[in-house]
């Protein structure tokens, strides 16, 4: 079985250490501002076990190709945008999701 790649484990820290609890800013906001994060990291970083969780959590955030606004303009932020349109709930869900995933990558890489 290959292992998660060292750019994985990386990236995924920074998200993680940006959705920890802060006050200022709501979750859904931290979310949207971090959510290059879920461009950039590319699930064949991931070992094969964590590459599914990864993509369950893409399926989430994801859809094909840029949306239109109200206003007719393209938006080629689309993950932002779909983060926009969540509840307060299923922000919790996806930020619980990461969290459980940076675990597992972590013991991983503990392991190796």
């Known amino acids: 079985m ?17 959705l920890a609890p802060n006050v200022s800013i709501s979750l859904k906001n931290c ?24 993509n369950e959590i893409l399926s989430i955030l994801k859809y094909n190709g840029p949306t239109l606004s109200k206003e007719g303009i393209v938006n080629y932020n689309v993950i932002s945008t779909v ?3 969540l509840t307060d709930e ?20 503990k392991v190796g």
Do not use: T
Not at 2 to 18: D, G, H, R, T, W
Not at 90 to 108: M, N, S, T, Y
């Open 31 to 54: 979310l949207k501002s971090q959510s290059a994060y879920f461009s950039i990291i590319e699930p064949k970083y991931f070992s094969d076990e964590l590459m599914n969780e990864w």
């Open 83 to 85: 983060i926009e349109n």
């Open 2 to 18: 290959k292992k998660s790649n060292i750019f994985a484990y990386i990236e995924l820290n920074k998200l993680v250490q940006e």
């Open 90 to 109: 299923q922000c919790e869900d996806i930020a619980d999701r990461v969290l459980v995933l940076h675990g597992k990558l972590v013991q991983e890489f």
